[in-house]
């Protein structure tokens, strides 16, 4: 079990660039998970999967942010362009069922748009 | 909606000492709770779940016991090590809001020897 590849690992950027964040969920994982971490609000849900499919993007916090998922072993995440106050930790998480089995989470992506 | 509160940190412990990490949820219904952990550089793990009232979840020796009554599931450990320090973080699973989790900010732990 390889777990949840996210790639690139660190991203540096400037303001205004756009930016691709790509991960690869477990295999057979139907469910996978877009979340973002900074020090002042925590862990923020932006959006979430079912078999490709978004459900909920409630959480994405403007036109700038994109997710996709084209197939069951890949989705991105870009933001276009990229602000300064985007610089957090991306993370993707990936699970299997509708039950309360664990999310697995990538070692996410640091972005720092300077 | 669902919410999930955690003491701040960061919180200093000498090894060996007793840990408690408070956690307290706003939710309807009968929601799952869960800890996760985080170490250094890496994504989050789960540390232990409970799925119903009075569930105790326990995992390398730390505990949550779900309380109902106080919305409560706070993390205890009777003696820390150097290697639990990392950031916890409290989270629930409602089936009110689909399958995603509703995470705490997190606590940090230093264990210092």
């Known amino acids: 079990d390889a777990g949840v590849i996210q790639s690139p690992r660190h991203e540096v950027t400037e303001m205004g660039q756009e930016v691709t964040l790509r991960c690869k969920p477990i295999?057979?994982?139907?469910?996978l998970f877009w979340y973002r971490q900074t020090m002042m609000r925590g862990l923020e849900l932006l959006i979430y999967?079912?078999?490709?499919?978004?459900?909920?993007d409630s959480g994405m916090p403007e036109d700038r942010f994109s997710a996709k998922m084209p197939n069951a072993s890949f989705s991105t995440l870009k933001i276009q362009p990229s602000e300064p106050r985007d610089s957090a930790v991306y993370f993707c998480?990936?699970?299997?069922?509708?039950?309360?089995?664990?999310?697995?989470f990538g070692n996410g992506t640091r972005l720092t748009v300077t | 909606g669902n919410s999930v509160t955690q003491m701040e940190g960061p919180v200093t412990l000498s090894e060996e000492a007793f840990l408690t990490i408070n956690c307290t949820y706003t939710?309807?219904?009968?929601?799952?709770l869960f800890w996760y952990v985080q170490y250094p550089g890496e994504g989050l793990q789960l540390l232990l779940k409970?799925?119903?009232?009075?569930d105790k979840g326990s995992n390398k020796g730390f505990e949550a016991t779900y309380r109902k009554e106080t919305t409560s599931f706070h993390l205890e450990k009777g003696s820390v090590q150097v290697s639990d320090s990392a950031v916890y973080f409290c989270?629930?699973?409602?089936?009110?809001?689909?399958?995603?989790?509703?995470f705490g900010k997190g606590t940090s732990l230093l264990v210092t020897p």
């Open positions: 989270a629930l699973r409602n089936s009110n809001s689909g399958y995603a989790l509703n």
């Open positions: 939710a309807t219904g009968y929601p799952s």
């Open positions: 998480a990936s699970r299997t069922g509708q039950g309360v089995l664990p999310l697995h």
């Open positions: 295999s057979g994982h139907d469910y």
């Open positions: 999967f079912n078999n490709n499919v978004p459900i909920d």
């Open positions: 409970a799925t119903k009232a009075d």
